[in-house]
C-alpha cells in the first residue's frame, strides 16, 4: 500500500533528534515506517514489503531504470528507499551508498536497512570527493542530494558532472527539487554536455523534476576507468 502524504498517522516515535539546524525523527504506525526532517517526510518503508517504492517520484524513478544493472552508486542515501528496492531488484549487484550525513547513515542501519536481497556497501563521503577517489565505473548512478533548503549547489557545477562522466558507463538518475526554471535548465544543461542524452520527466502533483541520461562515450568527459 502507498503512504498517504495527506493523511499519514504515527503510532510510535522511534527515534528524534532535536538540533539548532533541525530535526529528524523515524516514526511508524501498522504499515508503514518513514523517515521525516523538520516534520517533512523524506522516505517511507512498508513494513511488510521494505523493497516496494510508496512515494510517488521514487516510483518515477524507478520507471527510468534500465533492464539490468551490476554496478551501481547511490549519491545521497535518506531512508534508503531505493537502495532496498535495488537491493531485491539485483541482488549480486555491486551497490555502493554515498551519503554526507553520518546520523542519516545510522538511522538506515538502525530502522531502514533491508533485511533480504543485496547487501549495498555504506560510504560516509562527499560526493565528489568520492567520485575523485574511486577507479572502478557503474553501470548506474543515481543522484539523489539535498541540503535544508532543496538541491545543493553541486548539482547545478560542473566539476560534479565532470567527475560522473569518468566513473558512469551507463545510466544517470537525477532526483531534482529545482527551486526555479534556470536551476532545472543548468542541470538539464550539465547532464546533457557532460554525459549525453538526458530526457526529463515531471511527477504529477509534485515539485520533482527526474532528469535520465544516458552516457555516451564520445562526449567531452573522459572515458570510465577501472
Known sequence: MDFNLQAYQADHLLHLSAKPERRVS?????????????????????????????????????EQ?????????????????????????????????????????????????PSSGGSPRLHHADALHFLHQRQESYDLVLLDLFSQDGNPLLLFQAPLY????????????????????????????????????????DVPGYRNVILHATRQLSLGGRAPAG
Do not use: Y
Open 65 to 113: 531504470l534500465p533492464k539490468q544493472a551490476s554496478r551501481i552508486l547511490e549519491l545521497g542515501l535518506g531512508g534508503g528507499d531505493l537502495t532496498r528496492h535495488l537491493a531485491a531488484r539485483w541482488p549480486d549487484a555491486h551497490h555502493d551508498c554515498v551519503d554526507l550525513d553520518a546520523e542519516i547513515l545510522t538511522l538506515f542501519q538502525q530502522f531502514f536497512l
Open 162 to 201: 565532470q567527475a560522473l562522466a569518468s566513473r558512469l558507463s551507463g545510466t544517470l538518475i537525477i532526483n531534482l527539487l529545482p527551486r526555479t526554471r534556470l536551476e532545472q535548465a543548468q542541470a538539464l544543461r550539465l547532464a546533457e554536455e557532460w554525459i549525453g542524452p538526458t530526457h526529463v520527466h
Open 26 to 62: 523515524v516514526l511508524e504506525n501498522a504499515r508503514h515506517r518513514w523517515l521525516e526532517m523538520d516534520g517533512v517526510v523524506q522516505s517511507a518503508m512498508s513494513l511488510h514489503q521494505p523493497a516496494r517504492l510508496c512515494l510517488p517520484h521514487q516510483r518515477s524513478i524507478a
